[in-house]
């Protein structure tokens, strides 16, 4: 399947909606975006960090932290930090205009594709 | 959400350690931010790698793979500088909004940078108000001479071929500060890479600091760049390659000169020394603090706190009962408001103990009283039957008596000088 660059507002949308359903920490977000879009949409980590930052400092999403141990770690070794992320009251409402703002477009786009009529369905494969 | 602590699998190999520490360098965010930056890009790595050692990857190319994905190193810290820049210069903005009535400069609509003199800083094309001019109510940061600078309208400028030096005046001018005081540079280059790696390399003929381009392909991209700023941090963290040593490039206002250094250079001229008495310092139990105690509390409490912001700097010398210690005044503000509660449980601890000592005190003292009404009474009793055995009718009963009641007189003596003892050392106890 072919792999599609989100625009920055489609991807706050998709990371919203993601945190919406639970809370995540970030390797996780970017994982549960490739698994429902089975592959087809790409977050990676240099886009998908700089934005839960934003998200964090818009107060969107709130965070806490937790301590995650290796397996093979030391019982006294201190492991490493896994920073969770909430979606906050704030961020539920920007989802919600985010998903209205996103319907009004496609509904837009969708008025040319009836004007364009049937016959324009089969241009892609015709060119292909 | 306090999450207990889970087994995952983890490399936990140098080269990510490594990394994370370049890429901490490059953020250029205070200490708090970045090391809350640097631990989220850690805990993605080491899962990363961990997938990509179950998908059959070896180690060494799960690692190289995972810091891959990140992309450009400088470009993923400017992402993050963005992110966290630009809601601070909204709440600038927002304050200068506020505050800046009747006192906004004019703004030029046209203007190019000219060539290097003394008539291009006004060229700039972009004003700027100094927040202790304009900005009501704004919070500095962190040190009170590190106030917001906000370019009213943007501060835009071509780099051409102009100095690092050209582009600081002409924003301290339109800041209206008298001049840029600029930095040591230790002409330092980042990552390890070689100069001619770098886009934008630094090198300081004279002292003076010019951005040039090593590579001739990229000559001409660097005559074109512009670089955009709403605030002198944006400004400053324009500079992509410009290394100033520990902590990155900052700045200063002080007797209205603007001031660029590394943020520790900066700090360590601010920072102060000041004493912190440990005999006015009580643990909970009670107990006085020992200095080994006030260096614990200040490693675990106030160093990721406190000292680590931008420009952290401390020195700690113990000596005695007094711990002598160098940081920023706002690092002394932040320690004295946690040892406060170990002074005020302290001062707490020594009233009790005083208020004690004067009870103690009275109980002896009336003790002393009525010991010496005791010894009165039976110096005048032996004094009396002493007058019977003197008369030729004595009975042996008296003279025994005698011998008991001067026997009960030296005791009572005893007793009486070691009350008096006791006062004397509780009078005086510290």
Redesign the interface.
Known sequence: MPRSDLKSDQTELVVLSVLAAEPLYGYAIGKRVAEMSAGALKLGPSRLYPLLSKLEQSKLVTTSWEEVKAANADAGSDGRRRKWYRLTAKGTQRLAQRIEQHRRQMSLIERFIETAGPDAVSVEGAAS | ??????????S?RDPIAEWLRVFSMTLGLPDAERR??V??????L???VDDLLILGATEHDAVQRAIA???ETA??AG??R???H??RRRQLMSWTAIGIAGIAVAVSSVGVFGPRGAGQAAAVQASAVTAEASVEGAQPDHYPDRPPIVFKGGFSVTLGDKSFEDIMTAAAERAGLRSSRLPEWPNKVRFNRAVAELPLAVRTPEGRVHMVSQTPGFVEERRQHVIEAGTIEDLLGSFEELDVGLGGLDYRVRDGELVLGSQQTLAAEESVSKAYDLTTLSLPGGDRMSGGQVHNLLSSHLSYQTSQEPGGYLTYTEAGDVVFIRATPNYHEALDEVLEPLRERRQAALQEEEAKRRERLAMLEAELVDLRAKHSDLRHRLRENQMRLDSPDAHKAAWRAQIIGEGELADLEGFIAAIRERIVDTKFAN
């Open positions: 959400m306090q999450k207990s602590t889970q087994i995952v699998h983890s936990n809350a930056i631990d989220d890009l850690e805990d993605h080491r899962a990363r994905e990140l992309g470009e993923l992402r993050f963005q992110a966290k630009g809601q």
